[in-house]
Nanobody, 126 residues
Framework: QVQVMESGGGLVQVGGALNLSCTASGTIFVDLTMGWFRHPPGKEREVVSCISRSGSGIRDSDSVKERFTISRDNAKKTLNLQMNSLKPEDTAIYYC???????????????????WGQGTQVTVSS
């Protein structure tokens, strides 16, 4: 059974930075296409970034481009999201998601992902 777990959320001031990490167990890590999603208060869950199995394919939402960087280390079996220049509108529960054998690309649709972490709260205070 595939299990996904996030870590690294917290409270940060506007303009600050946080790094989120995600690990996956129960399968071969390099088989997983992965993504970060977030659920802001009062809004629907939305994509942040996704990354292909090799790491060569990345898609970022317009709202985080040039501020957030998704990366993965297949040797260490970890997924990361470096978040810089944080804004109050980045406040949300952040989820790591994964799907097996999606090919050589990644999907921005939450409906493509089968495995989800429990989420980690990120709060940006002004």
């Amino acid at each position: 059974q595939v299990q996904v777990m996030e870590s690294g959320g917290g409270l940060v001031q506007v303009g600050g930075a946080l790094n989120l990490s995600c690990t996956a167990s129960g399968t071969i890590f390099v088989d997983l296409t992965m993504g970060w999603f977030r659920h802001p208060p009062g809004k629907e869950r939305e994509v942040v970034s996704c990354i292909s199995r090799s790491g060569s394919g990345i898609r970022d939402s317009d709202s985080v481009k040039e501020r957030f960087t998704i990366s993965r280390d297949n040797a260490k079996k970890t997924l990361n999201l470096q978040m810089n220049s944080l804004k109050p509108e980045d406040t949300a529960i952040y989820y790591c998601a994964a799907v097996k054998n999606l090919g050589h690309w990644c999907s921005e649709s939450r409906y493509e992902y089968d495995y989800w972490g429990q989420g980690t709260q990120v709060t940006v205070s002004s």
